[in-house]
């Protein structure tokens, strides 16, 4: 069931990352289909980074044609940035186009992080229908807010990163 478990950050860890998250060079990666949607994911995003101090005009914002297009993106963005927060929606239709997006975008995804060692939140909706897009896009009224989570778990990867340095 989505929202169960749901992402609650501890004081303390917020606190550490107010401390050193400042410092990360972050891009933001979204694409542009499904514009309200999208929306939402990006403002949850820009809500956490600004929440742990990095600010608005810090931040690379990258636009993606579409959620396939998000792996090469994010891997010319992890050459340079110490975390990539990669958003996007796929919602099912009626032909199997849906599985290969979703299969490619993950997968590419997953490659660029291991292969660059940056982490990449993982912000990418993949979704039966736009109900299901609307509850997890960070929206007044949503259950969840996948952006904000992509956000944080970019961040507080990359804190972790530093200390395996």
Do not use: N
Not at 14 to 25: C, H, I, K
Not at 107 to 134: H, I, N, R, Y
């Amino acid at each position: 069931m989505s929202g169960a478990g749901a992402l609650s950050i501890d004081p303390e860890e917020l606190s550490v990352l107010r401390q050193t998250a400042p410092s990360l060079r972050v891009a933001v990666v979204a694409a542009r289909w499904h514009k309200r949607i999208m929306g939402g994911l990006t403002a949850g995003a820009e809500r956490f980074l600004e929440e742990v101090g990095i600010r608005h005009d810090d931040v690379t914002r990258v636009a993606a044609p579409g959620s396939f297009e998000l792996p090469v993106l994010a891997a010319r963005a992890a050459r340079s940035h110490d975390a990539v927060v990669a958003l996007g929606v796929v919602i099912r239709g009626g032909t199997p186009h849906f599985e290969y997006v979703c299969s490619a975008a993950t997968d590419g995804l997953t490659k660029v992080s291991v292969e660059a060692e940056t982490p990449v939140g993982f912000g990418l909706l993949t979704c039966d229908d736009e109900q299901q897009a609307l509850d997890r896009a960070g929206l007044e009224g949503s259950r969840e807010d996948k952006g904000y989570e992509a956000a944080h778990a970019a961040v507080a990867a990359a804190t972790q990163l530093r200390t395996l340095s």
